[in-house]
């Protein structure tokens, strides 16, 4: 199956976990399918084209390319999808959302490299907050590796805490897993403990921002 279909189908399934609680018939319904014909196109033995694609997505009332959205063409490259999650990493609950915004487009050894060789083993993922300093800024994006969920002391992870999923880097301190912020301001952003409530996400990787 080529890497379009393939895309297509990472984008349905998705929208389908998403959007309808992972409910097929919910789907099927909403979008004037029949189940089966909903089954077959979800199936990696059928073909999801781009006829069909744009037809479905125009029954739902979306963007007629919202399945090609974001594909990387270049085969070199991989496409990792952006997600509507804004991570903290200051004041303030996260803004908690899991649709497909977009993606951003990696090279598949640098993707390699971080330890990701599948688009859906990975997120990008915006930041809204200072509490990281000038290791994560505020308003940047992070890639981040959904494989690697083991704390490795002083790495950077994103993890579910109280409100919703945060950034921090965690170190080990007195026989214990610690999140810490690398803004040097401990009174508005102090070290926590980091227990088995605090769900990982995954380790960031690589960050973008302003310079």
């Not at 984008?11 to 789907?27: N, V």
């Not at 781009?50 to 029954?59: D, F, G, Q, S, V």
Request: hydrophobic share 40%.
């Amino acid at each position: 199956m080529d890497e379009m279909t393939l895309h297509r189908k990472r984008r349905l399934r998705h929208l389908i976990d998403s959007g309808y609680e992972g409910s097929q018939a919910k789907f099927a319904s909403a979008a004037g399918l029949s189940e089966g014909r909903l089954s077959q196109i979800v199936s990696p033995e059928h073909s999801f084209g781009e006829r069909a694609a744009r037809n479905l997505a125009n029954e739902l009332r979306l963007d007629e390319r919202y399945f090609e959205a974001g594909f990387a063409a270049d085969p070199a490259y991989l496409q990792v999808a952006r997600m509507s999650v804004a991570v903290g990493a200051g004041d303030g609950p996260p803004v908690i959302s899991e649709d497909i915004i977009d993606g951003l487009a990696f090279r598949r050894d640098f993707l390699r490299d971080c330890g990701i060789n599948n688009p859906d083993d990975a997120a990008v993922l915006d930041v809204k907050g200072e509490s990281m300093g000038s290791t994560v800024w505020d308003r940047s994006v992070i890639l981040v590796n959904k494989r690697a969920r083991d704390p490795v002391r002083n790495k950077i992870f994103v993890f579910v805490n109280g409100e919703g999923p945060v950034v921090k880097r965690v170190v080990r301190e007195d026989g214990r897993w610690v999140a810490r912020s690398d803004n040097s301001d401990k009174r508005r952003y102090p070290d926590f403990p980091f227990t088995e409530d605090n769900r990982l996400i995954g380790q960031a990787v690589w960050v973008a921002a302003k310079l």
